[in-house]
């Protein structure tokens, strides 16, 4: 299997994307610490897959003794260290700079990128001795390009972009290979969470704000989760041994769709005719 003999860690491996890539990591061969502070979500992680293959760990990852266990969980294996996916994230709710508080400012940008960092500082020297590894950091589409009011949220995920491939160029000669993945609107927890208050306001339900969000992607649906644990898992594996640094849109094709393209999708659906590309 892909991912045989291979140790993993997974931030956020109690929920949504993170389950899933705790899932498809353990499906490939893989041993796998999954990470984060409620402990009972991670157990439900670990419930679902078979016993054995998944040690928990209730850490904060912004915390330098939560990072510390997390580590000494995962080697507690006794096989090494192979592969870290930092996905913990958190989003924020909408309001531009001027509004924004410093101090929900300094969270976010705390757990996107400061927990990521402290977590490849502690993961790579295991890793150089492992004779090399894969790490990769779950960004966001929001990090490619910026959707109104989300000034913490996507300075953090471009940041962690940015992060990525310095890692990539400084612990390349290691044979340590980071990568980042930047989803497009997937639907968690987290997303379902974000979403809720701004689909009230307008007298909708979630699922329509969500068709709305489809509508101009070129794929016209958002993602799953188990589809970022496939992609996870060809990152974390051999298959891609030679790919670092890459900075990897999950997003059914949103990051191509230029704003006139949309425009235009919009005003043919509205006043009929042809959408483009359409049969
Ligand atoms: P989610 O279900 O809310 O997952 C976030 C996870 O991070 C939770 O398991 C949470 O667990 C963990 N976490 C948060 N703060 C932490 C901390 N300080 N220490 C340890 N763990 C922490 O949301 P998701 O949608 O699966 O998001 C996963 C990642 O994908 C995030 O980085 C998010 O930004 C990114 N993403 C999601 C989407 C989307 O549409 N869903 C799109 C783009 C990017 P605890 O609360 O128990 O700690």
């Excluded at 299997?1 to 899932?23: Q, S």
């Excluded at 990128?113 to 894969?134: D, E």
């Excluded at 160029?169 to 379902?192: I, L, Q, S």
């Excluded at 060809?234 to 640094?245: I, K, Q, V």
């Amino acid at each position: 299997m892909r991912l045989d003999g291979k140790v993993a860690i997974v931030t956020g491996g109690g929920t949504g994307i993170g389950r899933a890539v705790a899932e498809r990591f353990v499906a490939d061969g893989a041993l796998v610490c999954v990470a984060g502070r409620r402990l009972e979500l991670l157990e439900e992680t670990s419930a679902a897959l078979p016993a054995g293959s998944v040690r928990t760990c209730a850490a904060d990852v912004t915390e330098q003794a939560g990072v510390t266990a997390v580590v000494e969980t995962a080697l507690s294996f006794g096989r090494g260290l192979h592969v870290l996916v930092n996905n913990a994230g958190m989003d924020q709710p909408m309001a531009g700079v001027v509004d924004l508080d410093l101090e929900l400012w300094n969270q976010v940008v705390k757990v996107n990128l400061t927990g990521p960092f402290l977590m490849m500082k502690a993961v790579i020297p295991h890793m150089v001795k492992t004779g090399g590894g894969s790490i990769i950091n779950i960004s966001s589409l929001a990090g490619l390009v910026n959707p109104p009011g989300l000034p913490a949220y996507c300075a953090s995920k471009g940041g962690l972009i940015s992060l990525t491939k310095q890692v990539a160029v400084d612990y390349g000669a290691h044979n340590v290979r980071c990568n980042v993945v930047c989803p497009g609107a997937t639907r968690t927890e987290m997303f379902v969470a974000a979403m809720t208050p701004f689909a009230e306001d307008r007298g909708m339900t979630v699922d329509e704000v969500f068709r709305a969000f489809a509508q101009d992607t070129p794929l016209r649906r958002v993602s799953e989760t188990r589809e970022i644990g496939g992609l996870c898992s060809f990152l974390a594996g051999d298959d891609s041994s030679f790919l670092t640094a890459a900075v990897i849109p999950h997003d059914g094709g949103a990051v191509a769709v230029d704003v006139s393209g949309a425009a235009i999708n919009r005003l043919a659906a509205q006043r009929g005719g042809m959408r483009s590309g359409r049969t």
